[in-house]
């Protein structure tokens, strides 16, 4: 019982930090101060993004080293991470910041958080999981909200590239609920820590982008730019709570397992609704609010108890 209250208060304050540092790293990508490196539609998310995991990866690093915990895992669970890490970071976390570019934050964040969902076929799909009448349903509520979301003609279509910003966040979802399940499998069965897991998925995150993406979709002079700037130290904070917001939505997977531990973390659209409400003067129409509303419900719906 102590686990699982730990776990839900994880969860909570990850999806929290989450909010936070989708927000600020939506500023950056959107700043005037960049804005003559956006001829390519992908250049500036996907150099955001690899710095932000590699700051990550180091501030992790340094958790691992401060716990005085050794690395010690099995090399066909290393290959699961691994693999795990790609989609959640290079695929999950690079399509969630273009599709941030395109359609905002907040839109972005709602059809994100559409991930646990589709953990929960995946889950199916590939460990025989059963799926109960409530998760049955709960699939049901979640696709009208998403539906109404996106279909609806609403506040989405003032974005030119909103296809292009729809389209990226499913990418997010298939990324993030695929990692969310395997690394679920990787700490239950593997008996992989929670803070290993994360370390390793934020170093495999960063070396991706520096081997196969930083030198064929990014610039030099939008490198320097950031390093010689202040938005580097912008972009360590990020890398500060990203890490962390990562940490305690693995110890809560870790705590919980993958439906429940990815459901509490989803609440960050509800913060990031709050966040650009109070302080960036956003407009929300009802039919947002509906859409999301539908989509909490929907998965809090399916991981209560039966």
């Not at 208060?9 to 005037?32: D, K, M």
């Not at 066909?76 to 399509?95: D, E, N």
């Not at 982008?209 to 700037?229: A, D, M, R, T, W």
Request: net charge positive.
């Amino acid at each position: 019982m102590l686990n699982k209250t730990k776990g839900i208060y994880l969860g909570v304050f990850s999806g929290v930090l989450w909010a936070v540092n989708t927000i600020v790293l939506t500023l950056i990508i959107s700043s005037e101060n960049l804005k003559i490196f956006s001829v390519n539609l992908f250049i500036i998310p996907l150099t955001i993004a690899f710095f932000h995991d590699f700051f990550s990866a180091i501030i992790l690093f340094f958790n691992l080293k401060l716990k005085n915990i050794r690395i010690k895992i099995k090399r066909k669970l290393l290959f699961f991470l691994i693999f795990s890490s790609i989609l959640g970071g290079p695929i999950g976390m690079a399509s969630y910041l273009i599709s941030s570019k395109f359609i905002g934050a907040s839109y972005s964040s709602v059809i994100s958080i559409f991930y646990p969902i589709v953990g929960i076929l995946l889950d199916k799909i590939f460990f025989k999981a059963l799926i109960s009448k409530k998760q049955k349903i709960s699939i049901c509520i979640a696709v009208l909200g998403i539906f109404i979301l996106t279909f609806a003609k609403d506040n989405l279509f003032q974005y030119e590239n909103y296809i292009l910003g729809i389209v990226f966040a499913i990418f997010c979802v298939f990324g993030w609920a695929t990692e969310g399940v395997v690394a679920s499998y990787s700490m239950k069965y593997g008996e992989v820590q929670s803070d290993i897991a994360i370390f390793i998925r934020q170093m495999t995150s960063a070396i991706f982008y520096l081997i196969f993406i930083i030198p064929y979709f990014s610039s030099i002079n939008l490198n320097i730019k950031i390093v010689n700037s202040y938005i580097v130290l912008i972009l360590i904070f990020c890398g500060i709570i990203g890490s962390y917001s990562y940490l305690f939505w693995y110890k809560a997977i870790d705590f919980l397992g993958a439906p429940l531990g990815m459901s509490l973390n989803v609440m960050y659209v509800a913060w990031i609704a709050l966040i650009e409400i109070l302080f960036l003067n956003a407009n929300f129409s009802f039919k947002f609010l509906i859409a999301i509303s539908l989509v909490i419900f929907s998965i809090f719906y399916m991981s209560s108890e039966e």
